[in-house]
């Protein structure tokens, strides 16, 4: 029983324009989500992070956004770039952090040029 | 300078055998993790550890066991080594294990049992 959903396995964007990656979670006890950037061969890397208490995070080219009652998040890229390629996930964490994230699936993110 | 490392990054080895997987951070956190990728793709938690201490353990089989000889190392042992054991070993730390940290993942080891 999946606990956070990326329903989207795989997009493809125009280099340029805005990427959308979503997310959606079960438990509305979940206060803490982070999306997470993993290339072929290499560990995730942490990317951007929202608290529950906002409904939105920037932070240069990312932006992170969060609508609690319908349990979504959903990460904006704008403009993608090439280097934006790679697989991206949606991960909560829900209180103590020493109990680890919960991750989604992922979304391979493809940039085309 | 690598924060996380792990080693080997890659292991090949048959069925019954028993392998460790070693870990280490040089960031002085204090809360270390090690995650599965099954086949399917999913990252699970399988242990995190804090001061030496195991925080959690996600029902994972008891051939699976962390050690960790000091703050800086979190090595993952494996017994009786069987075919669904195959998939990549992800070792993390964060600052203090706080619910609104980030953690920070190696480049994971690929395991494949034969």
């Known amino acids: 029983d999946q606990q956070v959903k990326q329903n989207s396995p795989s997009l493809s964007v125009q280099e340029g324009r805005i990427s959308i990656l979503n997310c959606d979670y079960t438990?509305?006890?979940?206060?803490?989500f982070l999306w997470y950037k993993k290339y072929p061969a290499e560990g995730p890397t942490f990317l951007i992070s929202?608290?529950?208490?906002?409904d939105k995070n920037e932070d240069g080219r990312f932006t992170v956004f969060l609508n609690k009652s319908a349990k979504h998040l959903s990460l904006h890229i704008v403009p993608s770039q090439p280097g934006d390629s790679a697989v991206y996930f949606c991960?909560?964490?829900?209180?103590?952090?020493?109990?680890?994230?919960?991750f989604g699936k992922g979304t391979h993110l493809i940039i085309q040029p | 300078d690598t924060a996380v490392s792990q080693t080997p990054k890659y292991l090949v080895t048959q069925m019954g055998n028993d392998k460790s997987i070693k870990c280490e951070q040089n960031?002085?956190?204090?809360?270390m993790y090690w995650y599965k990728q099954d086949s399917k793709k999913f990252l699970k938690i399988m242990f995190s550890?804090?001061?030496?201490?195991?925080?959690i353990n996600e029902t994972v089989p008891n051939r699976f066991s962390p050690k960790s000889p000091d703050k800086a190392h979190l090595n993952l042992h494996i017994n009786s080594l069987e075919l669904g054991d195959s998939a990549v070993y992800f070792c993390?730390?964060?600052?203090?294990?706080?619910?609104?940290?980030?953690?920070?993942f190696g480049p994971g080891t690929r395991l494949l049992v034969l």
């Open positions: 993390a730390s964060s600052p203090t294990g706080g619910p609104e940290e980030t953690q920070y």
């Open positions: 438990n509305s006890m979940f206060d803490y």
């Open positions: 929202i608290s529950s208490i906002k």
């Open positions: 991960a909560v964490s829900s209180g103590g952090g020493a109990d680890g994230l919960t």
């Open positions: 960031l002085g956190h204090d809360t």
């Open positions: 550890y804090n001061n030496k201490e195991l925080i």
